[in-house]
């Protein structure tokens, strides 16, 4: 007998997918993350498991793990302390940055600020040395200077270096000495050399990208260290062990320590995968995912059974050069805290009130409203059933006096128009985040169906999808813990990029493969050092590609390697038709360039069985899956609603709203007038909407 463990860590809970090899039965379980030192959560969930067993964990075959270490340090500003060596002359770049404020209100804010630096002024040195834009030598490094500057940030405190020097994407040689010059100086200083995490073009990207990596560097790795020392004491010894990255693939512990830039949004990624996962099996192909946990809100689009995928992005105002899943994220989660500003306006978000203390009706010192307590009130949630598979026991009391005090007296309203309020607004944020990813940029919703996980979503969905026009709303069979599903779900996965700056007229066929047979070299290379043999790679091709002079670039698939002499032509097409669909307008006359080739090596990994989980239902009745009724303020009355275990409601079945249907990790609403539908093959529920 041996399992396949899943852990995901949240804001609020940690999530534990369990998977028996031999009989494909899943067993879950949730326990409150500790933030500060997430490692402990874990290793003690998973002994507690263990233990209910009666096993050992000799007996685990393969444990995956997203994490929130670079989320969280990117989001509190808790990263190394880090000094920055670039060529001489260039020490500006990262302060002046891309020159831009974003979009929308900010453009007319005064008081606009940009996001601080990670790397101050007074931890950046100069490097005399010059490489020019075809990769020739202008200056030769000054081995001697180097030295210097470096050990002016060792004596300054700093416990990672990045380095960034002009054109070593087109040669890393002067990289690659400064690299090795600090491990010889200073073998204790965490290193991240540009060349080695996004060799591409942009050079402020390309800095801003290097600069979060060994910001966030020592903090992971250092995780991740006392994470697999606790795992070894517990007697693991499967060297399948994995962490989640930004683009929805595994990594091992050493890969990611080396790239945590790459996992800032590992806990996000790994719930999109099991939605594509989903699609892929169940032939639902048009979906938005919409996850609520207990602080954020993230939500992706799935077109053709496909994630987004984008090739940079932002987190907490940073911009990385990175490939990642297109998501999208805005703070709104069963945590999110409700307050009144100083004009006296009902405000949401963006704080939380987290996993300690949390909402007022968890009883931990929680003393600000959330969105959880405001779901208690109107009756979404029932104090009758904890949640957390039992272990969380809710106070209705404290969350109506909370409420009460801070909400509805000062704004004049009733305790449930307040609660309502909260609702209202936040459904209203999670919209606005679900047409960023969609609507905003030219898919029509009404094709597609909301995917609705994490332990909060199931509450929110079926309004939200309603008043945006979309299909409906599809549930998995484990809502609170889909993100943990998905690790088992996902393969391994590493991405490489090359620039070469050329009009697509200009080069060959065999030149193109060139490129591309260096990358696929390196992928080969790198995976076989993790221990993959040649024939359990696979691999994708993209290219970068722009009209001449773009300032950005559209990926597209090569859809067959090696490429032959009449696929330059016929990617140019390509491009021009996903220029005319994003942006409602191509130009097939004006010349296009390749900017960036992309390679992905891929290796499979078993994946969980996409089955009916709740099969011994089939027998049951609807009748007997009813636990009583609960009273539900859908309008501003309360009325007598049934409570149904989800898990005894048979195949084929359906349950007519009103409803709230439960079960260990969420809790479903189903609305007036809507119909949910119990899937006979995957078990999925789908909310048919009025």
């Given at each position: ?26 067993e ?19 002994s507690?498991?263990l ?38 002359g260039?020490?500006g770049?990262?302060e ?13 804010d ?7 630096m ?30 210097t ?31 090795a ?8 200083i ?26 966030l ?9 006392r ?39 590992s806990?996000p990624?790994?719930?999109?995968m ?11 192909h ?24 984008r ?8 911009d ?8 999208h ?21 963006p ?17 600000e ?25 809710l106070?209705?009391q ?17 305790v449930t128009?307040a ?39 199931s509450?929110?969905?079926?309004q ?9 709303v ?22 490489y990029?090359?620039?070469e700056l ?5 080069i ?107 099969t011994?239902a ?5 009748e007997q899956?009813?636990?009583g ?19 005894r ?19 479903i609403?189903?609305?007036?007038g809507e ?7 995957f ?8």
């Amino acid at each position: 007998m041996s399992y396949r463990v899943a852990v995901d860590t949240g804001g609020t809970f940690t999530d534990f997918v369990f998977l028996d090899e031999q009989s494909g039965r899943i067993e879950i379980m949730k326990v409150p993350s500790t933030r500060g030192n997430e490692s402990v959560a874990i290793v003690d969930g998973l002994s507690r498991w263990l233990e209910s067993k009666g096993i050992g964990a000799e007996q685990i075959s393969f444990f995956a793990h997203s994490t929130t270490v670079g989320t969280n340090a990117m989001l509190e500003e808790s990263g190394a302390r880090t000094g920055l060596l670039i060529t001489e002359g260039f020490r500006g770049v990262y302060e002046v940055g891309e020159q831009s404020r974003g979009y929308g209100s900010v453009i007319y804010d005064l008081f606009f600020d940009k996001p601080s630096m990670l790397v101050p002024p007074r931890l950046t040195e100069e490097i005399a040395e010059r490489v020019l834009f075809d990769g020739a030598i202008l200056h030769p490094l000054d081995e001697a200077q180097a030295r210097t500057s470096i050990m002016k940030l060792v004596d300054a405190g700093v416990e990672s270096i990045a380095v960034c020097l002009l054109f070593s994407f087109r040669n890393p040689q002067h990289e690659a000495r400064i690299g090795a010059l600090i491990r010889e100086l200073a073998p204790h200083i965490n290193v991240s050399v540009s060349s080695d995490i996004v060799p591409q073009m942009r050079e402020y990207y390309r800095l801003s990208t290097t600069v979060v990596n060994a910001y966030l560097n020592p903090l992971l790795e250092s995780y991740l260290q006392r994470l697999d020392s606790r795992l070894q004491e517990l007697a693991m010894q499967t060297p399948q062990r994995y962490v989640m990255r930004s683009n929805g693939g595994l990594a091992t512990f050493d890969g990611a320590a080396k790239r945590s830039v790459q996992t800032v949004l590992s806990g996000p990624a790994a719930g999109v995968m099991a939605a594509q996962a989903f699609a892929r099996a169940s032939g639902v192909h048009e979906m938005v995912t919409f996850d609520m946990g207990g602080t954020s809100t993230d939500v992706a689009l799935i077109t053709g059974g496909q994630a987004m995928r984008r090739m940079s992005g932002k987190v907490n105002r940073r911009d990385l050069l990175i490939p990642m899943l297109d998501i999208h994220t805005v703070a709104a989660g069963g945590g999110t805290v409700a307050w009144i500003d100083e004009l006296g306006s009902l405000q949401v978000g963006p704080r939380s009130a987290g996993s300690v203390p949390g909402p007022v009706c968890y009883s931990r010192g929680g003393t600000e409203v959330t969105i959880t307590d405001a779901n208690l009130i109107l009756g979404y949630l029932n104090a009758d059933f904890p949640l957390a598979g039992g272990s969380l026991r809710l106070d209705r009391q404290a969350a109506l006096k909370a409420i009460e005090q801070r909400i509805a007296t000062p704004l004049g309203l009733s305790v449930t128009q307040a609660a309502r309020g909260i609702i209202e607004i936040v459904n209203v944020k999670m919209q606005e985040a679900i047409k960023v990813v969609s609507s905003n940029r030219g898919y029509d919703l009404r094709d597609f169906y909301l995917y609705s996980f994490g332990g909060a979503g199931s509450l929110h969905a079926g309004q939200i999808a309603r008043e945006l026009g979309m299909r409906g709303v599809i549930i998995p069979t484990f809502p609170g813990v889909t993100a943990a599903l998905g690790l088992l779900l996902s393969d391994l996965r590493h991405d490489y990029v090359q620039s070469e700056l050329r009009d697509v007229r200009d080069i060959t066929a065999e030149a193109m493969n060139a490129h591309f047979e260096r990358l696929v070299r390196q992928a080969r290379d790198e995976l076989s050092a993790e221990g993959f043999c040649d024939d359990e790679i696979r691999f994708e091709f993209h290219l970068d590609m722009r009209y001449a002079g773009q300032g950005y670039e559209l990926t597209v698939a090569v859809p067959a390697y090696p490429v032959d002499s009449a696929d330059p032509a016929l990617l140019r097409a390509q491009f021009d038709r996903e220029h005319a669909r994003l942006t409602g307008h191509s130009a097939p006359t004006e010349a296009v360039e390749i900017v960036n080739y992309r390679v992905a090596g891929v290796v499979a990994v078993p994946q969980a069985p996409m089955t009916n989980p709740f099969t011994h239902a089939a027998e049951a009745t609807v009748e007997q899956a009813l636990l009583g009724t609960t009273g539900v303020y859908f309008d501003e009355v309360s009325s007598a609603t049934p409570v149904v275990d989800r898990t005894r409601l048979p195949p084929g079945s359906s349950i007519t709203g009103p409803a709230l249907l439960l079960q260990a990790d969420t809790t479903i609403i189903v609305q007036p007038g809507e119909t949910a539908v119990i899937d006979p093959a995957f078990g999925h529920i789908e909310i048919l909407l009025s």
